[in-house]
């Protein structure tokens, strides 16, 4: 079975630091794993993607994200946060290309 | 569409109404699929429709729940005799390919369901 924990309910950063979120998974076949954002009211928009081939994944707003099988993580990072960074973030995981499960989401502010 | 359009965006019922939730995917996409977004939590998984065939359901929570997507196109989420743990957000996605594929899923903005 497949299953997303997100590590840290929420996590505050100074503008222009490191913004790093934590994901690990559990998944009896190779996966496929996303990287999702929501904004308050709003739908997920997709951030990022690893289905095959390189392990580092770069997305969009300059985030990236490594998927490392020996730790079954995907942690999800940006050198740099802007104040348009806040939002709540997902990690999900697909072993059937198809339905997809989330974490509980990681909530982050950003500290002017 | 531009993108995957859901109504109403804010519906109020009292419990024990039915309720319908529209979806509209974006144009051509193949995939359709419903979660439900629990205050507070990430989206869980309820249905998934390829063309107008429902291929998965397990993630419906009870028989109250029903989806259909007739014609292949637009989706219709019904909830009968509605309770106050239906409560939420129920987001719909839509992808351009079929089962088993890396295309990503593009989600609408939600509909948020208050049973009162």
């Known amino acids: 079975a497949q299953s997303v924990t997100q590590l840290g309910s929420h996590v505050s950063v100074s503008e222009g630091a490191l913004v790093l979120l934590r994901c690990n998974y559990s998944?009896?076949?190779?996966?496929?794993l996303f990287w999702y954002v929501q904004y308050p009211n709003q739908g997920l928009q997709l951030l990022l993607k690893?289905?095959?081939?390189?392990?580092l994944v770069k997305g969009i707003n300059g985030f990236e994200a490594e998927f490392k099988k020996s730790e079954t993580s995907f942690h999800l990072t940006k050198p740099s946060a802007h104040m348009s960074d806040a939002a709540e973030y997902f990690c999900?995981?697909?072993?059937?290309?198809?339905?997809?499960?989330f974490g509980a989401g990681t909530t982050v502010t950003v500290r002017a | 569409g531009a993108g995957v359009s859901q109504s109403p965006r804010y519906k109020v019922a009292k419990r024990g109404q039915d309720v319908a939730l529209r979806c509209d995917p974006i144009s051509g996409h193949v995939s359709l699929f419903w979660y439900q977004q629990a205050l507070g939590q990430g989206p869980e998984f309820l249905t998934y429709?390829?063309?107008?065939?429902?291929?998965?359901k397990s993630g419906l929570p009870s028989d109250r729940f029903f989806a259909e997507r007739p014609e292949g196109s637009v989706s219709t989420l019904k909830i009968q005799r509605t309770q106050q743990e239906d409560s939420a957000v129920y987001l719909c996605a839509s992808s351009l390919a079929r089962v088993r594929s890396n295309q990503p899923q593009h989600f609408g903005d939600g509909t948020r369901l208050s049973i009162l």
């Open positions: 998944s009896s076949v190779p996966p496929y």
């Open positions: 429709f390829q063309n107008e065939a429902q291929l998965d």
């Open positions: 999900a995981v697909s072993e059937m290309a198809y339905k997809l499960s």
């Open positions: 690893y289905t095959t081939g390189a392990t």
